[in-house]
């Protein structure tokens, strides 16, 4: 079975900008999770989406939205880019529905923001 | 809201050593805690799942045990090797299936 795909794996942009970031969850999951990681607050919860529902919002200005398609798939978007936005972008994905599954990450994609 | 800790944060161990990674939080009311180990610059790679039932879990030479009532965790790795390097995090998630993650700890074997 695949895993966790994440496109693009890095990306350059300068500040203004905006980006999206696109995950593909393990086949049958419904559960898609978006975390931001950077050295100085470590690993951050941004959204999380279920059947195409947010279901749950992170500490993170509106400039970060995310959606999710009926296939489950799920991108995440970035407006007004800022150098502070720079990070590793990680999306999880799980069968979902109850948090005792477990939870599946991505290989992340690299964010730089100039 | 949850808080997860780490201690150590960083590990240098001589291979062949067994070492045994501490993870605390703050509410006990958890559904699981998940053990993960991130190597630079990747994702993370789920090592071991402990449902909340559950007091351990063993993969090969990891062993991950839970005691709910005290908020701890611990990751037992036996004989540790080189290939072992990598930061380890713990985390635990809430009923919205967001995560909490501590801060990890940095293991490095020395060959």
């Known amino acids: 079975k695949a895993g966790v795909t994440q496109t693009p794996r890095y990306l350059i942009k300068t500040r203004g900008q905006q980006v999206t970031l696109s995950c593909s969850p393990i086949s049958g999951h419904r559960s898609v999770s978006w975390y931001q990681q950077t050295p100085g607050q470590g690993l951050q919860f941004l959204f999380e989406?279920?059947?195409?529902?947010?279901?749950n919002k992170g500490n993170f200005p509106g400039r970060f939205s995310g959606r999710q398609f009926s296939n489950s798939r799920s991108e995440m978007n970035v407006s007004t880019l800022e150098l502070g936005d720079s990070a590793l972008y990680l999306c999880?994905?799980?069968?979902?529905?109850?948090?005792?599954?477990?939870?599946?990450f991505g290989p992340g994609t690299r964010l730089t923001v100039t | 809201k949850q808080e997860v800790t780490q201690i150590p944060a960083a590990l240098s161990v001589p291979e062949g050593e067994n070492l045994v990674l501490n993870c605390s939080f703050t509410?006990?009311?958890?559904?699981?805690l998940q053990w993960f180990r991130q190597d630079p610059g990747k994702g993370l790679t789920s090592l071991l799942l402990i449902q909340s039932s559950q007091r351990e879990q063993t993969s090969g030479r990891l062993n991950a045990s839970l005691d709910k009532s005290s908020g701890r965790s611990t990751l037992y790795i036996a004989a540790s090797q080189p290939g072992d390097s990598a930061t380890y995090l713990c985390?635990?998630?809430?009923?919205?299936?967001?995560?909490?993650f501590g801060t990890g700890t940095s293991l490095t074997v020395i060959p």
């Open positions: 985390a635990v998630p809430s009923t919205g299936n967001q995560f909490y």
């Open positions: 999880a994905s799980s069968l979902g529905g109850v948090p005792s599954y477990e939870q599946y």
């Open positions: 989406y279920f059947s195409e529902t947010q279901r």
């Open positions: 509410d006990s009311a958890i559904y699981n």
